[in-house]
């Protein structure tokens, strides 16, 4: 029997040590691909997903360090990520093509390029719930991808003579959701993507929001308050539950889109009052805790500035301080 030196037994322990330390990170991941199952398998139609896709795990908070534009989308649609550390994101980010050689590649063959981020809650009906939100993600990267197939399809061999790599042959979704309210009784996801089908200059995109009942774990819909035609958003509840104040573009004075005004209704969303009306910009109402007071956002004074009202838009005050009044503490 041959004897072993200790430095072939340190070599041996190393070895070991560097396998499983190996198996330990291979074997991490199965479980990570397992539990996003069903939305990878929507990308597998056109590619294993599994050989082209990353995973990783963030916070619903980081959303809140990204650069998004308030007024062109977040925060009027459904609000700004709630910065609660129980909430992970998933991100999964893929690159995937049909096959070069395949008989079909030079007349219509794509790539696509999907970058996807959602939450997954903890706690109550966390299972059924995270459920439902991968459910409607995959149902946006189905959609997405049978559009955008047929549309190349349709058009009856566009790529035919293109590089392998041509621009055209890429496609791209990007599905960005995040968490943007939680309390013990309800839970608030908005997802929203950015589409850009092969060949295509123009593409739709797609926007869900999606609400549960804490108590039950059921999903349930919100009640439209308003019908028109013109910006509306950053609605903000009175004290009481009696009031929403909310930022309109209704009935401004100028042409277009029209200038941004501050409006009051009630909370079944009738009897509708302007309590702004000038040739600026005011927005983002945030009650004062006794309900007899409104702050909001100006340009009235040639830039952004918080002002203070009464609950009925008189004796308007300019605070001089810039920012935006999210939340009224004292």
Known sequence: MKDFSPRDLVAGALLIALVVVVAVFVDSDRPVFEDEAMVLAAISAVAPADENCDISYGLNSDELNTDYQLMGGYGVTWGLPHADDTIT?????CVVSEDVHGPNWDQWGVRFDLRLRYPLKSGSHAEEINDLIRRDVTAMISQYLINARDR????GGPLTGLPDDSSHRWGELDIT???SFMNDDLYSVGLHSSAHDPTANTSENYLRTLNYDLTTGQQFFLIQ??????REGYPAWSPNGDKIAFTSSRGSRQ???????????DAAGGNIVQI????????????SPDGNKIAFVSDRSGGDEIFVMD???????????AGIPSSWTR
């Open 225 to 230: 308050l308003t019908d028109n035609d013109d």
């Open 311 to 321: 609950a009925d838009g008189t004796n308007v005050v300019d605070t001089g301080q």
């Open 152 to 155: 190349v399809r349709s058009g």
């Open 177 to 179: 959701g995040f968490a």
């Open 276 to 287: 702004t009306d000038n040739e600026d910009d005011d927005g983002y109402p945030a009650w």
């Open 255 to 265: 042409l277009g889109y029209g200038d941004a005004e501050i409006f009051l209704m």
């Open 89 to 93: 994101t998933v991100v999964i980010k």
